[in-house]
Each structure stands twice: as C-alpha cells, then as structure tokens.
C-alpha cells in the first residue's frame, strides 16, 4: 500500500518552510549534508570494506594475506610487510587507517548542535514579526493572525530539532561502529607485528 501526500499535508510542509522564513535554507543545507555523510559513512564502514571475515581468519591462523589493498586490514598488513622492523610506523599507520575510517563523522556533531540554533533563531526572527504586527490604537494583536504567526515561528525549532535528532543518531551510531572496529583492529594488529618480529 502506497501512501499518498493528500494535498493539505504538501501544503503544510510548504507552510512550515514558510514559517522558517530564510533560515530553511541553512536548515535544508544541514539536513542534505546529514543524509549524505550518514549513507556514505554506513556504506563505507561495512564489514566488507574494513576487515573482511576471510582476511581476519588469515591474520589470526598466520596464514599469507592476498587479495591487495582494497580494505583497511589489507592496508595496514600491506604496510606492515612492507615496514616489518618499524612497529611504530605501522602501529602509526593503523591509527591513520582509523582516523580515515572516521571522516564526516564530526561534522555529524556540528549539525546537531547547529540545527536547533537555526531553529531557533527563525522562531525569535518569526516572532518578531508578529509582534511588529500588533495594532498601534489598540495595543493589541489580531487573535486569529497572531496565533497563526506564532504557530509558523515555531516551524523553524520543528525543522531544527528534526534535523539535529537524526544527525546525533547518526553521529552515535558511525562512531560506535568505528570503536568497535579500532578496538578489533588493535587485536589483530597485535598479531601482525608478532608474525613479523618472528
């Protein structure tokens, strides 16, 4: 089953990014940034890519490594072959494979400590027009097109807050899959440095 946009729910996303008047620009900026930092980090820190269930098998029997350079464990026993009296180089190398293996990611936390700010300043800047609307002879605001206007400043910290919620989920996630991996790693690094100092 297929769900339909009816024609109000379209024309409530276009009033909320309405509401948050010029700041859904920043805000769109973010959420784009978020959805393609998220998919290429999940695509990139597959198991696959990292440390295939085959080659992690050949480390630990001690078994010769083939298959080229493709993953980050075929990279650091590639560069630990090549540099078997350095253990520090390749110990170096290694912490190089995991910084690498965390690119984006931090800009995951910017986006979620930013988004609520942009939020929030479309609603202030969404409020302060609705109150630059209130009669000078009565003093008082039009019931009907202030409640309106204070709903629509509001839009700004839901689109905000719906923007920062995934990029922490996301920044959580990708950065305990990369502990999980580093610390996996560290094991087998072990192992390598061992066969080549025997």
Known sequence: MFLAVTETEALSLTTILHGAGVL?????????????????????????????????EAVLAGKPVTGGNHTVLARIVDYAEQHKNDEDAVKAFARLEINRMERGVPYLDIIYAVAPLFGLSGTVWGLLKVFQNISSDTGLPDPVAFTKGVSLALSATLLGLSIAIPAMLG????????????????????????????
Not at 32 to 56: H, K, N, S, T, Y
Not at 181 to 190: C, G, M, R
């Open 171 to 198: 920044s959580g996630y990708l950065q305990r899959r990369i502990e999980t991996y580093a610390a996996q790693l560290d094991v087998l690094l072990e192992r390598i440095l061992k066969r080549n100092q025997a």
């Open 24 to 56: 859904a620009w920043p805000l769109g900026a973010c959420s784009i940034v978020m959805v393609f930092i998220i998919c290429e980090r999940a695509f990139a820190l597959r198991r696959g890519a990292v440390m295939p269930q085959d080659l992690v």
